[in-house]
């Protein structure tokens, strides 16, 4: 069925309709909050995006595709969800003991995955809008306008975030010993 | 375009592809079901309608007019039901010696104001 019939009968309260659009949207919502918030949090933000869907799709008017606002939507919870972590972690380390970092998972000792992990790691300290823009443009492979669209800027704020991101993973991947990732290294599955 | 932009532009891309995704492909689990479940409880318990704010304001203004009624009452002064007779007229004596009542409360404004009149009393 044609996405904007499914829309209008979830409109009307129809589960049914609902859970069709879950189902085609489901995975770049996910994939979207794993590069953000990683995979630990991810299925939770995931959930909690098309909760917020369902409550406001009221509100949605059409003008922009559902695949932008819920995206929206997920760039928006998982800002939102590592702000709180941050500040969560701020408060332990001013009040409580250390944390100690978990063991890494078995699967990391494998060469791609700790060459993936350790490169996320640089992205993962990149300034919140630059990390958006790279995960958006680059993963998600959509262009600058739908993700300046997305991010409520413009399509020239995109390009310029994504040239300063650029430069700085650059500069810590040199910083970091491992020069910048090399071809045939690519430790994800791609899309 | 310039070439040199070009190269850039060739450059940036190349680095853009190699940089490795952690996301799997698709999500490992469905997530309709829990969706489901969320909005389902979402149904069985409404969220509580807002509280008008005219009746927030009535609330208010009739909790302020009880408190000040009861401050009024308490500060007017009764009589200890623990004291005995002996000890009121004592009292009483007390009061008729520094007339009218000094008036520290608007309560006792208000006493004084009523027995200004009784001065036969």
Redesign the interface.
């Known amino acids: 069925m044609d996405e904007g019939a499914l829309i209008e009968l979830a409109r009307g309260g129809d589960?049914e309709a609902?859970?069709e659009l879950?189902?085609r949207h489901?995975?770049r919502?996910?994939?979207?909050a794993?590069?953000l918030v990683?995979?630990d949090d991810?299925?939770d933000i995931?959930?909690e995006v098309?909760?917020k869907a369902?409550?406001e799709l009221k509100r949605f008017r059409g003008s922009a595709a559902l695949s932008t606002w819920l995206y929206r939507m997920t760039v928006n919870l998982s800002l939102n969800h590592l702000r709180s972590a941050r500040r969560e972690t701020d408060r332990r380390e001013r009040y409580g003991p250390g944390v100690s970092s978990s063991p890494p998972a078995p699967d990391t000792a494998l060469e791609?995955s700790e060459?993936?992990?350790r490169?996320?790691a640089v992205?993962d300290a990149l300034p919140e809008r630059q990390r958006t823009a790279?995960v958006l443009?680059?993963?998600e492979e959509l262009s600058a306008a739908e993700t300046a669209t997305i991010m409520g800027l413009s399509t020239g704020a995109v390009e310029s975030l994504?040239?300063r991101a650029?430069q700085a993973?650059?500069e810590a991947f040199r910083a970091g010993g491992f020069g910048?990732?090399?071809?045939g290294?690519?430790?994800?599955?791609?899309? | 375009m310039t070439p040199d932009s070009t190269h850039q532009d060739r450059s940036a891309d190349a680095f853009w592809e190699n940089l490795p995704d952690r996301a799997p492909a698709s999500t490992p689990v469905d997530l309709w079901p829990g969706v489901r479940a969320r909005i389902a409880a979402d149904r069985i318990v409404p969220l509580p309608a807002r509280e008008p704010r005219w009746r927030i304001a009535v609330s208010f203004a009739a909790g302020l007019l009880t408190g000040l009624a009861l401050w009024f009452l308490a500060s007017s002064g009764t009589a200890d039901p623990t004291l005995s007779a002996e000890e009121i007229i004592a009292q009483d004596a007390v009061f008729e010696t520094f007339d009218p009542i000094p008036p520290t409360s608007i309560g006792g404004i208000y006493f004084a104001t009523l027995t200004t009149g009784d001065e036969g009393r």
């Open positions: 589960e609902f859970g879950v189902g489901q995975d919502v996910y994939r979207t794993v590069r990683g995979a991810a299925f995931s959930q098309f909760v369902w409550r791609d060459f993936t992990d490169v996320w992205i790279v443009h680059r993963f994504l040239h650029r993973l650059l910048s990732p090399e071809p290294r690519e430790g994800g599955e791609k899309k």
